[in-house]
Structures are given as C-alpha cells and as structure tokens.
T-cell receptor
C-alpha cells in the first residue's frame, strides 16, 4: 500500500524567498508521485508529476520537485515565492503500472506568502 | 478541451435526505474517481469507475454509492445524509488506465455539500 506524509501543515515565507514543501512517501512498488495545488473554493490543479526517467521534474508556475529514492522523498521547491503562490499544496502517490491503483494524498500544506 | 465539470457547485441539505452529485469528465477520459475533502480528514478516496464498472472503492459506508454511464459521465449518491457528510466532493478523470501507464488525475472544481 502507498502513503504520503507531508511535513508541516503550514509554511510561511516572504515574497521572493525560497519555497520548500516536504513530502515523504511509502510504497511497496515503484511509485508515481504528484504535486497538486488547490486555491480557495477550487478543485486541485496538477503542478507536476514523476513517473519514470529524470528525477528532477519541472512543473508549472516555476515549481520543481526531485524524486529521491534513497530518501523516499519528493520535495517541492520554487526559488522565489510570489504572492499568487499562496494556496494549499498536496503531494500524492499512486502505484505506477497497476490497473487497480488508487491515488493517496497527503494531508496538505498551506503556504502563506508574506509581502 | 473542456475540463472536468461538476454540478451543482453548492448544495444545502438536511439530515436524512439524500443527494446526487454529477461529474462530466474530460472528453476522451473513461476513468472517473470521487474524493471527499474535509478539514479534519483531508482528501479521502471514495471510488473509481471505468467503463461503467466500479474498479476500486475506499473505506466509506454503503450510504455512498456511484455509477457511471456509457458516455463516461458519473454520479455519486449519498443516502440518509449525516452532519459529517458536509464536505467538498471532488471528481477527477483520467485517461484509460491501461497497465504500465501513469494515472494522472484531473480534478473538477468540486461540489460543496452542507448538511444541516
């Protein structure tokens, strides 16, 4: 079974500062990993995903994440925070390649960006 | 392509009533999943449908049910509503989940259900 742990339910950064949102996963099979963002009163929007291949994945809005198998991590980063990045971020894992897989989400990290 | 659409966006019901929520997936997507999102429990998987068949089910009571139609549109039904069913219900669609392919899910805006 797969699971995800997001470290820190709330993260606050200043505008222009580095954003680092932590995600650790557990999976008995090679995982597929995802980051989603949710703005108030909206659904989830896919930021980026890792399936196979290059471990550094670039997504939309300047975000990227690196898959580190040895650390079972998939942390999300952005070099310079913008006010519009304030939202809730969810890390998710699914069992790649299985027909009956379902996606497991972390508890979410709420990002606040201070001016 | 149009995204995933969900109707209605907001709904108020009273305890004991039942409710039906609708989801239209992205054109060409045949897999539809449903999630419940609450502040206390976060995002929880309800069920997944593919080709009108339930493929996977989360840990929810039988009051929660769903179905999928031949055009891939899906509905979920909650009977005998309880206060704790108040939540944002999210629908997500994905392409045909063949073996070996990733299962990226694309979410709709959700239906916010309030049970009084």
């Amino acid at each position: 079974a797969q699971s995800v742990t997001q470290l820190g339910s709330h993260v606050s950064v200043s505008e222009g500062a580095l954003v680092l949102l932590r995600c650790n996963y557990s999976s008995s099979v090679p995982p597929y990993l995802f980051w989603y963002v949710q703005y108030p009163n909206q659904g989830l929007q896919l930021l980026l995903k890792y399936t196979t291949g290059a471990t550094l994945v670039k997504g939309i809005n300047g975000f990227e994440a690196e898959f580190k198998k040895s650390e079972t991590s998939f942390h999300l980063t952005k070099p310079s925070a913008h006010m519009s990045d304030a939202a809730e971020y969810f890390c998710a894992v699914s069992a790649g390649g299985r027909r009956d897989n379902d996606m497991r989400f972390g508890a979410g990290t709420r990002l606040t960006v201070k001016p | 392509k149009a995204g995933v659409t969900q109707t209605p966006r907001y709904l108020i019901k009273t305890r004991g009533q039942q409710v039906t929520l609708s989801c239209s997936p992205i054109s060409g997507h045949r897999s539809v999943s449903w999630y419940q999102q609450t502040p206390g429990q976060g995002l929880q998987f309800l069920f997944e449908y593919f080709s009108e068949t339930q493929r996977n089910k989360g840990n929810f009571p039988g009051r929660f049910s769903g179905r999928q139609f031949s055009n891939s549109r899906s509905e979920m039904n909650v009977s005998t509503l309880e206060l704790g069913d108040s939540a944002l219900y999210l629908c997500a669609s994905s392409p045909t989940p063949d073996r070996g392919r990733q299962k990226t899910q694309y979410f709709g805006p959700g239906t916010r259900l309030l049970v009084l």
